[in-house]
Every structure is written in C-alpha cells, then in structure tokens.
C-alpha cells in the first residue's frame, strides 16, 4: 500500500471556469498537472448555495451537481491543487488520505515509477 490522498471538487453542469464549462476545464487542469485516476460522477439530486437540483421530472433542472474527483499519490495532489486553486473560484474542494492498492501490481507502480 501506498499513502495517498483523495481530492473532490464540487461543481454544478452550468457552472463556468476560464470561460469553459467547468467540468472540461477542472479535467483539462488536472491532466495539465499530471493526475492519472481522476473521474467525473453526475448527481441526481443536489443541495448547494444556489438551492435545490434535481432530476425530478417537476424541476427539469440543467444544472445537476458534478463531483470531479482524483485518486493519486498525496505529492500529485498537493501540486495539482496549487495549480488549480488559482482557477477554482467558488467551488468546494475537499482532500482527505486513502491508502493506494492496485491489486496484482507491485507498490512501485502506484507511485509514478511504472
């Protein structure tokens, strides 16, 4: 096992960063700073500073929430978030530790070393 840390970022579908649409630009972001398991999850329903989104068919909503969120070494995190933090703006982050185990896959291979 290898220490690791998880990051999450919390978006919604309509939200915008660097004029793009937020999801493309936190995913072009984190390829830029070199995060190798990074995956996008679409809500179904969601509560935020803006109120309530839903996929009910009452709401109809286009602006679910998103969670972008990246599995890497503690070191890649660390960085890439420097690296993001400038272009983030409002969106809630999080960062907590998780152990890295690729089964049937040597400790190395986890770490940038493969």
Not at 45 to 69: N, Q, R, Y
Request: hydrophobic share 40%; with cysteine; aromatic share 2%.
């Amino acid at each position: 096992m290898i220490n690791g840390s998880c990051l999450r970022i919390y978006l919604t579908e309509s939200g915008r960063i660097d004029g793009k649409p937020a999801m493309e630009a936190i995913l072009g972001l984190c390829r830029d700073a070199g995060l190798r398991g990074v995956s996008v999850v679409r809500g179904i329903e969601g509560m935020g500073a803006h109120g309530v989104h839903s996929t009910s068919f009452l709401a109809l909503s286009s602006d679910l929430p998103l969670l972008i969120e990246a599995i890497d070494t503690t070191n890649r995190i660390d960085s890439a978030l420097e690296q993001m933090r400038p272009h983030l703006g409002e969106c809630l982050t999080a960062v907590w530790p998780v152990s890295l185990v690729r089964n049937g896959q040597l400790d190395g291979d986890l770490d940038g070393n493969d």
